[in-house]
């Protein structure tokens, strides 16, 4: 019968058969897939996995400081590439949506196809897909920055002539958790929500700027950590901020303020498909509100999404 620790055995060896001395590159997100799958060939093939991780100015309040440290406390050979202004000068002055997408799509492919040309030799290219990515094209609203998502059904993009290994391909996301723990990998990766390829990018609506960034990271942390310390971030599928692209008035003190507006989503989900808002505390919502506006300058109104999918999206764009 199926466990995870013989799914992992299993893997590992079947990986050193196929893999050989040959060298696998491979880019992380800091998911559970990647980071599941990344491990499993660590396992088989040590240093000859290159993995690289990079940073798209996008990601969570000290999420590349912290799971580049959960990398390497895992052994994984890991590079951690700062890119920042390579995304936010293609996302200049975009506001489309999809054109936000392609931009951080074709920016994280090149980054990574520039940095994995560095690696002499490379025979492989690994990916975190996971059996629903391979039965559906999962990237629901297009391309993300992950190769994964972005190409993982189709293959690989022409200009990487790499032939790919998929280790988690027959696995569903309880299974990938499963293969993780036995694995020892931590819970801080193992119980992560669901993070969108593109990141904040596609939670900042309309154009896209550092300090925009800055700012909705704030509001975010606030907004996670809360769910964190109330022990609700496990019992919601998946949480986030969104940053409006309107100004509402307000007061502070005497004066009048006309400032930015936060929305929070959090929702219910078995697999993200369809989904429900979740019913937080009125009073854990009080406070994160309260936080929010008190710390986050130039933000002034904070507010709650309570639409389902379908036909809302999680996502705002
Ligand atoms: P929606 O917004 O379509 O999202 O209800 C469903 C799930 O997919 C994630 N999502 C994305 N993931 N690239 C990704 O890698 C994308 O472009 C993208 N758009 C949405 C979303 O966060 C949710 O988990």
Request: aromatic fraction near 8%; charge should be negative; glycine fraction near 10%.
């Amino acid at each position: 019968s199926w466990t995870p620790d013989s799914f992992a055995e299993v893997s590992i060896k079947e990986l050193k058969e196929k893999l050989g001395d040959d060298k696998v590159v491979m880019g992380l997100s800091g998911g559970v897939d990647s980071s599941v799958a990344a491990t499993l060939i660590h396992h088989a093939i040590g240093k000859n996995l290159y993995c690289i991780f990079v940073d798209n100015g996008l990601l969570r309040k000290g999420e590349f400081e912290e799971v580049l440290e959960s990398y390497k406390g895992l052994g994984l050979n890991v590079l951690g590439v700062d890119a920042k202004e390579q995304f936010y000068t293609a996302l200049k002055g975009l506001t489309d949506p999809e054109e936000k997408r392609k931009a951080i799509g074709k920016t994280f492919i090149d980054v990574f196809d520039a940095e994995s040309h560095k690696i002499n030799g490379a025979k492989w290219l690994g990916q975190g897909t996971i059996y629903p990515d391979v039965i559906e094209s999962v990237s629901v609203k297009g391309p993300s920055v992950t190769i994964k998502s972005h190409h993982n059904v189709g293959g690989l993009p022409d200009f990487m002539k790499l032939q790919v290994v998929e280790p988690l391909r027959l696995l569903f996301k309880d299974g990938v958790r499963e293969v993780g723990k036995a694995l020892n990998i931590p819970q801080n990766i193992l119980g992560r929500h669901p993070f969108p390829g593109p990141g904040l990018g596609i939670r900042i609506l309309g154009d896209v700027t550092p300090e925009k960034v800055q700012i909705l990271q704030e509001v975010d942390a606030i907004f996670i950590n809360g769910l964190k310390n109330s022990g609700l971030y496990d019992k919601v599928w998946q949480a986030g901020t969104m940053l409006l692209p309107i100004q509402s008035v307000g007061v502070m003190g005497d004066e009048r303020t006309y400032e930015r507006v936060v929305a929070l989503r959090a929702v219910t989900s078995i697999d993200g498909m369809t989904a429900d808002w979740a019913h937080l505390p009125y009073e854990f919502l009080a406070d994160v509100s309260n936080e929010i506006i008190n710390k986050v300058k130039g933000v002034n109104r904070v507010v709650y999404d309570i639409s389902s999918k379908p036909p809302a999206t999680i996502e705002w764009e």
